[in-house]
């Protein structure tokens, strides 16, 4: 939490998986990928570089599986997020920041 502090301004949107709980406790406007339960929308690379250009985005957050916290459903849903957490991300993003448990990623460069 403190590099998202001293990283992202307070005014800045973020996407993230789990966006409603990501919001609020980092308290930053946020653009929430939901799976199909919820919406028909397809998490893939171009889906994503489009929403976050939509909504100034330049951080996307994503929570790691483990043996004690589950996948997000979205997060098993969409190619993207497995190769997202490959050590090259795909599609124009690079790893800003990350610990065991999360992995913030900034877009670079759209494809």
Not at 80 to 89: C, D, E, G, N, R
């Amino acid at each position: 939490m403190d590099w998202v502090e001293a990283n992202i301004p307070g005014s800045a949107t973020i996407m993230a998986a789990d966006g409603q709980a990501t919001g609020y406790l980092l308290r930053r406007p946020t653009l929430s990928m939901v799976s199909s339960e919820y919406s028909p929308v397809r998490w893939d690379c171009d889906r994503i570089q489009r929403e976050m250009r939509r909504f100034g985005a330049a951080f996307l957050i994503l929570y790691k599986p483990s043996e004690t916290v589950a996948a997000d459903p979205v997060m098993n849903e969409s190619p993207f997020f497995a190769s997202a957490l490959t050590p090259a991300p795909p599609c124009g993003f690079t790893i800003a920041v990350e610990n065991p448990g999360i992995r913030i990623l900034k877009l670079v460069r759209a494809q």
